[in-house]
T-cell receptor, first 116, second 113 residues
Framework: AQSVAQPEDQVNVAEGNPLTVKCTYS??????LFWYVQYPNRGLQFLLK????DNLVKGSYGFEAEFNKSQTSFHLKKPSALVSDSALYFC??????????????WGLGTSLAVNP | EPEVTQTPSHQVTQMGQEVILRCVPI?????FYWYRQILGQKVEFLVS????????KSEIFDDQFSVERPDGSNFTLKIRSTKLEDSAMYFC???????????FGPGTRLTVT
């Protein structure tokens, strides 16, 4: 079955320190992987995606993620965290098994708290 | 920058009533989606829509649910007879093609009492 796991419910980091939000996936074939961020009382905002090509992808707000096929991971990273990065982060994979199937399969989300 | 919009932002309804949630996808997008997020739980896919028909739906999307694109801009989700367990945040999304990221609206919080 296609699935996404975000093993940490919450990540706490001090402002200025590097941050990592973990994501692992299980899909058949080649995955399309995405990170979205959800600020309080807001919708889901696209951060970055991996479709093909370079395993390190860069996205909005200084975030990047590294696709690791052998470890089936797509961890989100930022070299220096800001207090304003505090939000809920979702990893998602697009199900590409067959036909017109385009739905996103979501992880449970990781709450990131950046402390001043 | 173009964005997906949704109305209303919050809908309160009584159990058994019909509700219509409205979305205006980004204008040049061709694929449309509804997801829901029950408080404290993961985002769940409901339905995808392309070329004026449903292309996929989840087991959640039963006969009580329907979607429609009544004109060139709106995309609606109708729940015919709401249940308490339909209380959730409902997100609309759209994209240009299946390889591209989906753009989400701000959501409609549905509260069924």
């Amino acid at each position: 079955a296609q699935s996404v796991a975000q093993p940490e419910d919450q990540v706490n980091v001090a402002e200025g320190n590097p941050l990592t939000v973990k994501c692992t996936y299980s899909v058949s074939g080649n995955p399309y992987l995405f990170w979205y961020v959800q600020y309080p009382n807001r919708g889901l905002q696209f951060l970055l995606k991996y479709i093909t090509g370079d395993n390190l992808v860069k996205g909005s707000y200084g975030f990047e993620a590294e696709f690791n096929k052998s470890q089936t991971s797509f961890h989100l990273k930022k070299p220096s965290a800001l207090v304003s990065d505090s939000a809920l982060y979702f990893c998602a994979v697009r199900d590409i098994r067959a036909g017109n199937n385009r739905k996103l399969i979501w992880g449970l989300g990781t709450s990131l708290a950046v402390n001043p | 920058e173009p964005e997906v919009t949704q109305t209303p932002s919050h809908q309160v309804t009584q159990m058994g009533q019909e509700v219509i949630l409205r979305c205006v996808p980004i204008s040049n997008h061709l694929y449309f989606y509804w997801y829901r997020q029950i408080l404290g739980q993961k985002v769940e896919f409901l339905v995808s829509f392309y070329n004026n028909e449903i292309s996929e739906k989840s087991e959640i999307f039963d006969d009580q649910f329907s979607v429609e694109r009544p004109d060139g801009s709106n995309f609606t989700l109708k729940i015919r007879s709401t249940k308490l367990e339909d209380s959730a945040m409902y997100f609309c999304a759209s994209n240009q093609d299946r390889a591209r990221e989906q753009y989400f609206g701000p959501g409609t919080r549905l509260t069924v009492t």
